[in-house]
């Protein structure tokens, strides 16, 4: 499913348009960037966690040249599936 089918699914289940339904999309996707991004977990019960993780510095191996090379520091997000998603598809 892409993002343009999502708008339409919402749009089905929520009885409302695709304008209000994709504005809804939009506005939980910047909201969740956002939030991440300065360092703030958001979680929702039953389906998940959203946070900001950080990588350490690491020796990496360029493929072309077999050379080792360090790979900076980084901060990743993540998301950590909740008990009632992970079990939702398992029983599928």
Known sequence: MNKSELIVAVANK???DKKD???AVN???DTIVETV????DIRVVGFGTFECRERKERT??????KEQITIPASKVPAFKAGK???DAVDAE
């Open 14 to 16: 929520a009885e409302m």
């Open 21 to 23: 339904a994709e504005k």
């Open 27 to 29: 506005a939980l996707f």
């Open 37 to 40: 991004a300065a360092g703030e």
């Open 60 to 65: 990496g191996v360029n493929p072309r040249t």
């Open 84 to 86: 009632a998603f992970k």
